[in-house]
C-alpha cells in the first residue's frame, strides 16, 4: 500500500500564490509519473499538471505561464507552485502518483487540500 498527503492549500487574494506539496510513503521502489488534479464544485476532476520520471511536463491551459511542477524523488515528493492565482482556480487539488511498489504498481491518490482564491 502506498499512501499520499498533501499539503499546502489554503485561503489567498486574487494575484497571490500557493505551494502545494504531496509526499508519498509505503514500500514504494520507484515513482513513475507524479501529477497535480483539480476538482471544483459540479465539475469533474481535470488535469492540472504532470511530470514523467524522465522530466516531461504537462500543462493544462490554464495552469500554463502560472502553475509550476516539480518532484524531488530522493523525498517521493511532488509540489505545485501556483503563482498570480485566479478566483477560478478555487477547487479541491489532489495529487497523483504512478508508484512501483514491492509487488504491484498502484495509481494512488492524495486526499485532497483545498484551494479558495478570493476576488
Known amino acids: 500500500q502506498v499512501q499520499l498527503v498533501e499539503s499546502g492549500g489554503g485561503l489567498v487574494q486574487a494575484g497571490g500564490s500557493l505551494r502545494l506539496s504531496c509526499a508519498a510513503s509505503?514500500?514504494?521502489?520507484?515513482?513513475?509519473?507524479m501529477g497535480w488534479y483539480r476538482q471544483a464544485p459540479g465539475k469533474q476532476r481535470e488535469l492540472v499538471a504532470l511530470q514523467t520520471a524522465g522530466g516531461n511536463t504537462n500543462y493544462a491551459e490554464s495552469a500554463k505561464g502560472r502553475f509550476t511542477i516539480s518532484r524531488d524523488n530522493a523525498k517521493n515528493t511532488v509540489y505545485l507552485q501556483m503563482n498570480s492565482l485566479k478566483p477560478e482556480d478555487t477547487a479541491v487539488y489532489f495529487c497523483?502518483?504512478?508508484?512501483?511498489?514491492?509487488?504491484?504498481?498502484?495509481?494512488?491518490w492524495g486526499q485532497g487540500t483545498q484551494v479558495t482564491v478570493s476576488s
Open positions: 497523483n502518483m504512478y508508484v512501483r511498489g514491492s509487488a504491484a504498481w498502484w495509481n494512488s
Open positions: 509505503g514500500r514504494i521502489l520507484s515513482i513513475d509519473r
